[in-house]
C-alpha cells in the first residue's frame, strides 16, 4: 500500500472514528496481500472486524448500566451438574420471546442451583440485542422503593428486570406493599425475572400477609415461565458437607408455561 494512500487512510478513518479498524490495518492489508484477495474482500475484514468492537462496546456498556454483578454465560452453565434440568426448556428462554410478550421468569431452587447464573446470562443475551436491562437484588431494591415511587427509575422501566435474592431476608409489611406495586407497576408492561430459595407456598410467611402474598404472586404468574430447579449446590461439590445432603435424595424440575 503506497505511503501517502496508507496516511490518508488512516487519518481518515480516524476522523469516522473506525478506531477498531485503525488498530488492525497493517494485519488486515497483510493478509489480503498474502491471499490475494480483492479490494472488496479487504473492505469486509477492515469492516467487520470494527461493527463486532462496536458491538462489545455497546454491550459492554449495557452490562455496566444494568449493574450486572459479573458476566455469565449460558455457555458456562454445567448442565451435566444438574442431570434432571430440562435443557431444552432452559434454553429457549434464550431466545427471548418472554420479552416481546412482556412475560416473567422465576427461577425457584435452594442456593447454588445456578439461579443468578441464568438470570444474568439472561441479561446479557438481552444486552446483546439491544434492551435496557437492570440488575438488583431484593434487599437494594426495597431500599430504593422506600426511597423514592417517582416514575422514570430504571428499576421501573427497564425492559428486563432481574431481581436476585427473592426469600433469603425477611420483610416487613411496608416492605411487601413496597414490593407489591413494583410487581403492579411492571405487569403486563415489560418482563422481570425473579430468583428464590422458596417456594411458592412459603411466600405467604415471606411476605407475612396472605393476601399482599397471593396479590404478589397473581401478576407474577399470569404471564410467566418458572423453572424449579432441585438440587445441591455447584459452589459445595467435592466438600464433605455436600456428600451428606447429597444422600438425603435426588433432584428434579419442573417448567410450568405462562
Partial sequence: MEQLTYERLQDNLKRL???KAVEILDDVATITQSDGSSHLAFLDRL???EVAAKDKRRVDTAMKIAGLPMAKTIEEYDFTFHPHLDKKAVMELFDLTFLAKHENVIFLGPPGV?????????AIKACYHG?????TTMHTLIAKLKESQAKGKAYLNSSLVIVDEVGYLPVNNQEAYLFFQFISY??????????SNKSFSDWQE???DQVIASAILDRLLH??????????SYRLQGHAFAKQ?????????????D
Wanted: proline share 2%; hydrophobic share 35%; no cysteine.
Fill in 245 to 257: 445432603l447429597s444422600q438425603k435424595g435426588g433432584e428434579s424440575i419442573s417448567t410450568t408455561p
Fill in 186 to 195: 411492571r405487569y403486563e408492561k415489560s418482563s422481570t425475572i425473579i430468583t
Fill in 206 to 208: 415471606l411476605f407475612g
Fill in 114 to 122: 445456578g439461579k443468578t447464573h441464568l438470570a444474568i446470562a439472561l
Fill in 131 to 135: 434492551f435496557k436491562v437492570y440488575f
Fill in 17 to 19: 472514528k473506525l478506531f
Fill in 47 to 49: 469492516l467487520e472486524e
Fill in 223 to 232: 404471564h410467566s415461565k418458572v423453572v424449579n430447579i432441585k438440587g445441591h
